[in-house]
């Protein structure tokens, strides 16, 4: 039999008795052991609860960040003016400027022949029939110079002027059908560029 260990230390710690007895069977307890053949003491740590828990303060809200909104400029191009112009002779047609054709016209003038003798004293247009006079001769007309001439031109308004493109582009569509080859490839080049311009200033075709 095993002596009796002395007493517990500390309260912090537990004692432990394990006993084994005459036959073989093992048993723990935390009183000494009383008939087993064999007694063996464990000093051991007694558990404990761990420290209280600080208490946690809520957090300190904090500012949201300012979102900068991005600014951007968009720049719209105006849609591209068409104009609308006469000539002298009451023609109209379209044109993408309001030059008006400009030309140099010739300006004419009537000559009549000069008469030199005796007592005429220079060129002086001639005189009707009279009697004993120098016979009457038509003038001539001869060219005096050009001036530069335009036709008259107006701006039309956007809804007109997107009208008209539709209006060339299915006259283009037409003409394409009984075209030749060489009149085939003038006619998409055309079409292409008004198809630009009705996507850009009249929301498509």
């Known amino acids: 039999m095993a ?9 912090d710690n537990v004692r432990i008795y ?4 005459s036959n073989g069977a093992v ?7 009383t008939k087993a053949a064999q007694q063996q003491v464990l000093d051991m740590t007694r558990p404990k609860d761990p420290p209280p828990r600080q208490a946690t303060t809520a957090p300190t809200p904090t500012t949201a960040p300012v979102i900068q909104r991005e600014v951007r400029v968009v720049t719209v191009q105006p849609p591209q003016p068409m104009y609308e ?15 008006g054709n400009p030309r140099w016209v010739p300006t004419w003038g009537y000559a009549y022949p000069s008469h030199h003798g005796p007592g005429h004293g220079g060129p002086h247009p001639p005189r009707p029939p009279a009697g ?4 009457w001769q038509a003038g001539v ?3 005096m ?3 530069l001439v335009r036709d008259s031109c107006h701006a039309l308004p956007p809804q007109e002027v997107c009208a008209r493109l539709r209006d060339r582009r299915w006259e283009l569509i037409r003409r394409y059908n009984s075209a030749l080859q060489s009149e085939r490839q003038q006619l998409m080049r055309e079409q292409r560029g008004i198809d630009a311009r009705l996507e850009q200033d009249c929301g498509g075709t």
Not at 27 to 33: G, K, T
Not at 85 to 99: I, P, Q
Not at 132 to 135: L, R, S
Request: glycine share 12%.
């Open 3 to 11: 002596v009796d260990p002395p007493p517990a230390s500390p309260a």
């Open 18 to 21: 394990r006993c084994v007895g």
């Open 27 to 33: 048993s723990l307890q935390d009183a000494p052991c």
């Open 85 to 99: 112009c006469v000539t002298s002779e009451g023609e109209r047609y379209t044109s993408d400027n309001n030059d």
């Open 132 to 135: 004993g006079g120098i016979p």
């Open 141 to 143: 007309a001869v060219p």
């Open 145 to 147: 110079g050009s001036v």
